[in-house]
C-alpha cells in the first residue's frame, strides 16, 4: 500500500497550488480519502474529505471557499486545488485513505506547502 503525496512547494500569499495524491496497492474506490495538514507545534487537522465515489465532500471552515478536493477512481488519484493560499496554510499536507466498508486507514508521508513573500 502506497500513497504518495506531490505538488507542494513555496508560494506566495494570494497564489495557488495543486497537490495530488498517488494511491496503490489497494482498491482505491472502496476508500474515503482526505486531506490533513500539520504545522509546526500544532495538531494535525482535516482539511477537506471526499466520499469512496466522489458523491460527497466537506471541508475545514478555514479553506472553504478557497480549496476544492477531488478524485479519479480510474487513476487512483486524489486532488487538492489550493486557491487564495495565505501564510496561515503553511503546513505539512498528507494523504489519508479511509476504507468505506473496513477499518483500514492509509497515510501518505506528506508534501510540504509554505505560503511566505
Known amino acids: 500500500v502506497q500513497l504518495v503525496e506531490s505538488g507542494g512547494g513555496l508560494v506566495q500569499p494570494g497564489g495557488s497550488l495543486r497537490l495530488s495524491c498517488a494511491a496503490s496497492g489497494f482498491t482505491f474506490s472502496w476508500y474515503h480519502m482526505s486531506w490533513y495538514r500539520q504545522a509546526p507545534g500544532k495538531e494535525r487537522e482535516l482539511v477537506a474529505a471526499?466520499?469512496?465515489?466522489?458523491?460527497?465532500?466537506n471541508y475545514a471552515d478555514s479553506v472553504k471557499g478557497r480549496f476544492t478536493i477531488s478524485r479519479d477512481n480510474a487513476k487512483k488519484m486524489v486532488y487538492l486545488q489550493m486557491n487564495s493560499l495565505k501564510p496561515e496554510d503553511t503546513a505539512v499536507y498528507l494523504c489519508?485513505?479511509?476504507?468505506?466498508?473496513?477499518?483500514?486507514?492509509?497515510w501518505g508521508k506528506g508534501t510540504l506547502v509554505t505560503v511566505s513573500s
Open positions: 489519508e485513505a479511509r476504507g468505506a466498508y473496513s477499518e483500514e486507514e492509509f
Open positions: 471526499i466520499s469512496n465515489i466522489g458523491g460527497n465532500t
